[in-house]
Every structure is written in structure tokens, then in C-alpha cells.
């Protein structure tokens, strides 16, 4: 009995041992190789992609086109400084004969034009595809999306055709910059359409150092006639938010403007 009673003794403190000692191991071995932290969740996954409302290819003359395509992001948070596409060209026959890649910005819930010019081939061009590779989604806060206001006015009616040597018809228009950011570059897409509203033509410039407060015009040209009569312009005017470089200064002082969380 008293054997038995001993053994067992011996057998519970060796247990105890044992455990105490493996603990202790277990906590050292964790100190020197700590689990791998789990990942963070990416709160992109769930983004809905960029849409594609619309798109064109016009013939300007010859083998010369313009491509515009009318897009829209349907998240409220999240906008991109870099949209990645590429454009593939095919001929008559269906052969793909040209790729071109390009990108653009677009804010948290904007709807805006994206105009590719010039596209210059040897031979005619039957179809374009447009594709978009790549969204560096960005979360802005409400004062980056919303803070910069740009008014475009004066532009509906401002199509002429002047028919001067290598210009055919212009338009334009002016742009407020409502805001209280002296602004180093702005975008400006013209498009042109007719009475059904069809796009005939589109082109682009660009407004450097543009003040705050200030109102600044603009103007586009078209070399040759188009297929159709124009009846009305629409324009647009942008600046990428997501840069800070873009933001000159504050209206009374210096301040950085992008936020993002």
C-alpha cells in the first residue's frame, strides 16, 4: 500500500514537473518566434468596379481619331488617383493592329469624361476596345472630395466654325475656381453633340496656375468638318484631388489639402 501510495506521489510531481517545465519552454520559444499577426483586411475588396457609360472613336480625318469614353464610380468613399486602361484597335478585317495604355483620376461618386487624342495609324480603324486593368482605390475624407469647386459656364452655345487655315470650328467657355486652393493644373474635355445627342467630336486642354477665386477661359479647335451638324457643347473641368502637389497653396496661407483615412 504504502509502495503504491509513493509511486503514485512520485508520478503526480513528475507530472507537475514536466508541465511546469514545458510551459516555461513553450512561453520562451513564443518570445523567440511570436506567431505571424494576422492580415489586415483589405477594404477594397468589396469596392464595385469603375462602370463604363458609354464610348466612341471619331474619325477626324484621314487615319487621325479621337477616343472618349464616359465613365462613373459608384463608390462614395473611395476614388483613385490611378485608373490604369488600355485601348485595343482593330482594322477593317478584324485584325487587332494597335494597343495604347493610359489612365486617368476620378473622384468618390463621379460620373466624368476621359478623352485619349490623337490616335494616329497607318491604316483606317474599324473598332476600339476599351478595357480597365488597374484601380489604386484611395479613401478620401469629404472635405478632399467636395473642397474643390470648379463651375464651367458660358460654353453651351459657344460652337463657330471660323474655317481658318488648319482650324475649322472652335469652342470654349470659362472656368470658376470656387474654391480656396490656388490649383497648379485643371483639365478641361470639350464634346461636342448633335441635336440627338449623339457625341460628334471631343477634345481637351489644360489650365495651369489657376487661382482661387478666379475665373479663367478656355478654348478647343477641330481641324475639319464633322459627320452632322452640331448642335450643343458640353464641357467639364477636373483636378486630381489625390495629389498634393496639385494644391499651390490656401487662399490667406499655406495648407495641404488631400486628406485620406
Same mark, same amino acid.
Given at each position: 500500500?504504502?509502495?503504491?501510495?509513493?509511486?503514485?506521489?512520485? $508520478?503526480?510531481?513528475?507530472?507537475?514537473?514536466?508541465?511546469?517545465?514545458?510551459?516555461?519552454?513553450?512561453?520562451?520559444?513564443?518570445?523567440?518566434?511570436?506567431?505571424?499577426?494576422?492580415?489586415?483586411?483589405?477594404?477594397?475588396?468589396?469596392?464595385?468596379?469603375?462602370?463604363?457609360?458609354?464610348?466612341?472613336?471619331?474619325?477626324?480625318?484621314?487615319?487621325?481619331?479621337?477616343?472618349?469614353?464616359?465613365?462613373?464610380?459608384?463608390?462614395?468613399?473611395?476614388?483613385? %488617383?490611378?485608373?490604369?486602361?488600355?485601348?485595343?484597335?482593330?482594322?477593317?478585317?478584324?485584325?487587332?493592329?494597335?494597343? !495604347?495604355?493610359?489612365?486617368?483620376?476620378?473622384?468618390?461618386?463621379?460620373?466624368?469624361?476621359?478623352?485619349?487624342?490623337?490616335? !494616329?495609324?497607318?491604316?483606317?480603324?474599324?473598332?476600339?476596345?476599351? $478595357?480597365?486593368?488597374?484601380?489604386?482605390?484611395?479613401?478620401?475624407?469629404?472635405?478632399?472630395?467636395?473642397?474643390?469647386?470648379?463651375?464651367? !459656364?458660358?460654353?453651351?452655345?459657344?460652337?463657330?466654325?471660323?474655317?481658318?487655315?488648319?482650324?475649322?470650328?472652335?469652342?470654349?467657355? !470659362?472656368?470658376?475656381?470656387?474654391?480656396?486652393?490656388?490649383?497648379?493644373?485643371?483639365?478641361?474635355?470639350?464634346?461636342?453633340?448633335?441635336?440627338?445627342?449623339?457625341?460628334?467630336?471631343?477634345?481637351?486642354?489644360?489650365?495651369?496656375?489657376?487661382?482661387?477665386?478666379?475665373?479663367?477661359?478656355?478654348?478647343?479647335?477641330? %481641324?475639319?468638318?464633322?459627320?452632322?451638324?452640331?448642335?450643343?457643347?458640353?464641357?467639364?473641368?477636373?483636378?486630381?484631388?489625390?495629389?498634393?502637389?496639385?494644391?499651390?497653396?490656401?487662399?490667406?496661407?499655406?495648407?495641404?489639402?488631400?486628406?485620406?483615412?
Amino acid at each position: 500500500m504504502e509502495e503504491g501510495r509513493r509511486k503514485r506521489k512520485q $508520478a503526480l510531481i513528475a507530472g507537475i514537473f514536466f508541465l511546469i517545465v514545458g510551459g516555461l519552454g513553450f512561453l520562451i520559444y513564443r518570445g523567440i518566434y511570436p506567431p505571424p499577426p494576422s492580415p489586415t483586411p483589405n477594404p477594397t475588396i468589396n469596392l464595385a468596379p469603375i462602370e463604363v457609360i458609354n464610348r466612341w472613336l471619331f474619325n477626324v480625318e484621314n487615319n487621325d481619331y479621337d477616343f472618349l469614353v464616359k465613365v462613373a464610380n459608384p463608390n462614395t468613399d473611395y476614388g483613385s %488617383p490611378n485608373v490604369e486602361y488600355e485601348l485595343i484597335f482593330f482594322n477593317s478585317a478584324g485584325a487587332q493592329i494597335s494597343k !495604347k495604355t493610359g489612365s486617368f483620376y476620378i473622384l468618390p461618386g463621379q460620373v466624368k469624361y476621359v478623352a485619349d487624342l490623337p490616335l !494616329k495609324f497607318q491604316e483606317p480603324i474599324s473598332r476600339v476596345d476599351f $478595357a480597365i486593368r488597374s484601380v489604386d482605390w484611395q479613401k478620401l475624407s469629404p472635405l478632399a472630395a467636395t473642397g474643390v469647386n470648379l463651375v464651367v !459656364k458660358n460654353y453651351e452655345n459657344s460652337y463657330v466654325e471660323v474655317q481658318q487655315p488648319g482650324v475649322f470650328s472652335k469652342a470654349g467657355g !470659362k472656368v470658376l475656381n470656387d474654391s480656396d486652393f490656388d490649383l497648379d493644373r485643371v483639365d478641361v474635355v470639350v464634346v461636342l453633340f448633335d441635336e440627338n445627342g449623339t457625341p460628334l467630336g471631343v477634345n481637351k486642354t489644360v489650365i495651369n496656375t489657376f487661382l482661387a477665386k478666379t475665373i479663367r477661359g478656355f478654348e478647343a479647335a477641330w %481641324p475639319s468638318p464633322f459627320v452632322g451638324k452640331v448642335a450643343r457643347v458640353d464641357a467639364e473641368a477636373n483636378t486630381n484631388v489625390f495629389e498634393n502637389s496639385n494644391f499651390l497653396r490656401q487662399y490667406g496661407g499655406q495648407e495641404k489639402f488631400k486628406q485620406m483615412y
